[in-house]
């Protein structure tokens, strides 16, 4: 259904208030709510922290990996940690993130005092993983993956196989 107008001979000065023109009003609000409702559902989701970590055959675990500042509200919805066709060469062990959020008062970020968003870190086990295979175990922690602007988040690695050269992580978000 699109907009419709009010045609003018229902409106004219001195004409009665008909039926017909509340139900053109009530036919376009009606419109609108589910335009609108279907932008909502499908608009406001989006990748927000992402990338390839590369040369990871180099370590077995670390720290700050990436680091991002964020710039407006939001709450994070998932993260998902995921691997390339690695899995033929690499049959055991696990990849492991971690993302822990600090605040930026001051000259930046305290990662001393810093909160993991996770309360079950997304994993891979390569005991039984198939290439390009995605976590699906992350869980959060409502109130850290709630992240305001100022905070700063950083990428971790706490486990990975020692074969494993490069993998790839994102975070999706909506505006809070």
Do not use: C, H, W
Request: hydrophobic fraction near 40%; glycine fraction near 8%; aromatic fraction near 8%.
């Amino acid at each position: 259904m699109a907009f419709s107008s009010l045609p003018a001979s229902l409106i004219a000065v001195g004409k009665a208030t008909v039926k017909q023109i509340f139900q053109i009003l009530k036919d376009n609000q009606d419109d609108l709510n589910t335009r609108l409702s279907s932008v909502e559902a499908t608009g406001n989701k989006r990748v927000f922290f992402n990338g390839v970590v590369r040369g990871a055959s180099s370590f077995t675990s670390g720290t700050n990996a990436a680091q991002l500042r964020i710039e407006s509200a939001i709450d994070v919805t998932d993260v998902i940690v995921s691997i390339y066709d690695d899995t033929t060469a690499i049959t055991s062990g696990i990849l492991e993130i971690d993302i822990i959020k600090a605040t930026g008062a001051g000259d930046g970020p305290d990662f001393s005092t810093s909160v993991s968003i996770f309360t079950t870190r997304p994993s891979i086990d390569f005991s039984v993983a198939s290439d390009y295979e995605e976590s699906t175990n992350g869980v959060l922690n409502i109130t850290n993956a709630s992240l305001v602007e100022g905070d700063y988040i950083q990428l971790n690695i706490t486990s990975k196989p020692a074969a494993l050269g490069r993998f790839f992580f994102y975070a999706i978000g909506e505006g809070a």
